[in-house]
């Protein structure tokens, strides 16, 4: 048997043996994942919330617009009310005049 023979039958030999050693991982692959117990799938990452300036700007304008109308129709309802009460004491007074003549 000449050298190639001899390498030629080494290397037939060689692709037997991959083929066997590559069904026995895949056999031992599938053991190890059956034995795995199921986990369920980790939660998605919760995203980061955002700091930037802009939004707290924007946020401080909006709300003092609102307290500022809060305030502006608070005082219509004191003026309302003190105009209301101004107008019937002198309705009591007038009837009140009428009732003496």
């Not at 001899?6 to 037997?16: E, G, N």
């Given at each position: 048997m000449s050298n190639l023979d001899?390498?030629?039958?080494?290397?037939?030999?060689?692709?037997?043996n991959s083929e066997q050693v590559a069904l026995i991982l895949a056999v031992l692959q599938a053991q190890q994942l059956a034995q795995q117990p199921v986990t369920p799938p980790a939660p998605a990452p919760a995203p980061q919330p955002s700091g930037s300036a802009a939004k707290w700007l924007a946020i401080g304008a909006g709300g003092s617009a609102l307290l500022l109308a809060v305030a502006v129709s608070a005082i219509a309802v004191a003026i309302s009310a003190v105009a209301l009460t101004v107008c019937l004491l002198v309705l009591r007074s007038v009837w009140q005049d009428i009732r003496k003549d």
């Open positions: 001899k390498a030629s039958q080494d290397a037939i030999d060689a692709a037997a």
